[in-house]
Nanobody, 113 residues
């Protein structure tokens, strides 16, 4: 059973930065971050494969950077130049064996204008 523990959310002013972390237990492959704002569907923010290939939503390209430490089984999301529209609950996602998806409990990011 894979468990994901997220940290790093909080309140920041527009233009500021935050770094999210997600530590995983167990065997995992692709990892990523999703977010969900009130009244909206959960959307992919960024993902990273075991080999380090990354993918970003257009809305965060150039501002967010996803990375991972395979020794620590941890994925990071560095968020710079934050905007009020980035306000959401951010969820860590990991794909394990047999393509099973695992989710963290979520961490709230609030960007004030």
């Amino acid at each position: 059973q894979v468990q994901l523990v997220e940290s790093g959310g909080g309140l920041v002013q527009a233009g500021g930065s935050l770094r999210l972390s997600c530590a995983a237990s167990g065997n995992i492959f692709n990892m990523g971050w999703y977010r969900q704002s009130p009244g909206k569907q959960r959307e992919l923010v960024a993902s990273i494969t075991l080999g380090g290939t990354t993918n970003y939503a257009d809305s965060v390209k150039g501002r967010f950077t996803i990375s991972r430490d395979n020794v620590k089984n941890t994925v990071y999301l560095q968020m710079n130049s934050l905007k009020p529209e980035d306000t959401a609950v951010y969820y860590c996602n990991a794909r394990g064996i047999f393509d099973r998806d695992y989710w963290g409990k979520g961490t709230l990011v609030t960007v004030s204008s």
